[in-house]
């Protein structure tokens, strides 16, 4: 089992940036990928971007891209969201999620097993 906490939200002004943290323990070294999802109030839980630990590859969706950054710290099994001009269509609870199983599928919910508790994000116009 891999256990994973967030850390980074806060209150900030459009435009502003912000930094999330993921930190995972437990059973990281079967962790293929690990990602970012959001969840904004009455919506569902949406993809924002994933990084591979072999490789480094990462994935974003179309509506956080050259705004936001992945990053990974494979060392201390830490991953990053830099999230650069904020909008307040970017407010939501900001879930980290963890793929032990190499799914492959990484802009969607289903091809993560572990998810961290949320942190919120809120973006004022």
């Known amino acids: 089992q891999v256990q994973l906490v967030e850390s980074g939200g806060g209150l900030v002004q459009a435009g502003g940036s912000l930094m999330l943290s993921c930190a995972a323990s437990g059973r990281t070294f079967s962790v293929d990928a690990m990602g970012w999802f959001r969840q904004a109030p009455g919506k569902e839980r949406e993809f924002v971007a994933a990084?591979?630990?072999?490789?480094?590859?990462?994935y974003y969706a179309d509506s956080v891209k050259a705004r936001f950054t992945i990053s990974g710290d494979n060392a201390n099994k830490t991953v990053y969201l830099q999230m650069n001009s904020l909008k307040p269509e970017d407010t939501a609870v900001y879930y980290c999620?963890?793929?032990?199983?190499?799914?492959?599928?990484?802009?969607?919910?289903?091809?993560?097993?572990?998810w961290g508790q949320g942190t919120q994000v809120t973006v004022s116009s």
């Open positions: 990084i591979r630990w072999i490789g480094g590859n990462t």
């Open positions: 999620a963890a793929d032990r199983y190499y799914s492959g599928n990484y802009f969607s919910r289903y091809g993560y097993d572990s």
